[in-house]
T-cell receptor
Framework: AAGVIQSPRHLIKEKRETATLKCYPIPRHDTVYWYQQGPGQDPQFLIS???????DKGSIPDRFSAQQFSDYHSELNMSSLELGDSALYFC?????????????FGSGTQLSVL | SQQGEEDPQALSIQEGENATMNCSYKTSINNLQWYRQNSGRGLVHLILIRSNEREKHSGRLRVTLDTSKKSSSLLITASRAADTASYFCATDAGNTGKLIFGQGTTLQVKP
């Protein structure tokens, strides 16, 4: 079965650079979520989109922005990167804005900011 | 953690033994979910229990929920070495998928 696909798998950037993370949800899933997991930390909710509109917002820095496109894939854009942005970034997808509860997570993008 | 504590933070057992992990949360919830994460990998959904349920089973997993105490437990019976992973509880206040995760329990199952 198709899963959530994230790219790239690993990304290395310098401070103050920009990064773009991509997420392709499971086909027919209409909701996408972004989570950030720092080293040894629990995942933190960043932002979600339902039917291409922003649905919910969590602890996402103003330097980050995201959108969901017409084909339902989503991109997380991160600018003016800081060392503290180094983390595992997960995308997840679900049906009906999480009404069914279960989220399907991708394998994540490991971002290292040097 | 935004949500609460998981207890214990680390657990080491022998294959065949049972593993129990506990999770406490702070806010009212609509459902509570348990996820598994192998080192540096994605989160895999294990089981979901709704706020009006008290116990749920799935294979070797048993989850309980006590909303009066704002706590949940995950029991893995007859553990296997392949169960070695980190286990996170996550709560959803409004069936929105905006999950608040606990700190996680790292389980090591020795063969």
């Amino acid at each position: 079965a198709a899963g959530v696909i994230q790219s790239p798998r690993h990304l290395i950037k310098e401070k103050r650079e920009t990064a773009t993370l991509k997420c392709y949800p499971i086909p027919r899933h209409d909701t996408v979520y972004w989570y950030q997991q720092g080293p040894g930390q629990d995942p933190q909710f960043l932002i979600s989109f339902y039917e291409k509109m922003q649905s919910d917002k969590g602890s996402i820095p103003d330097r980050f922005s995201a959108q969901q496109f017409s084909d339902y894939h989503s991109e997380l854009n991160m600018s003016s990167l800081e060392l503290g942005d180094s983390a595992l970034y997960f995308c997840a997808s679900s049906l009906q804005k999480g009404l069914q509860g279960k989220l399907f997570f991708g394998s994540g993008t490991q971002l290292s900011v040097l | 953690s935004q949500q609460g504590e998981e207890d214990p933070q680390a657990l080491s057992i022998q294959e065949g033994e049972n593993a129990t992990m506990n999770c406490s949360y702070k806010t009212s919830i609509n459902n509570l979910q348990w996820y598994r994460q192998n080192s540096g990998r994605g989160l895999v959904h294990l089981i979901l229990i709704r706020s009006n349920e008290r116990e749920k089973h799935s294979g070797r997993l048993r989850v309980t929920l006590d909303t009066s105490k704002k706590s949940s437990s995950l029991l893995i019976t007859a553990s296997r070495a392949a169960d070695t992973a980190s286990y996170f509880c996550a709560t959803d206040a409004g069936n929105t998928g905006k999950l608040i995760f606990g700190q996680g329990t790292t389980l090591q199952v020795k063969p």
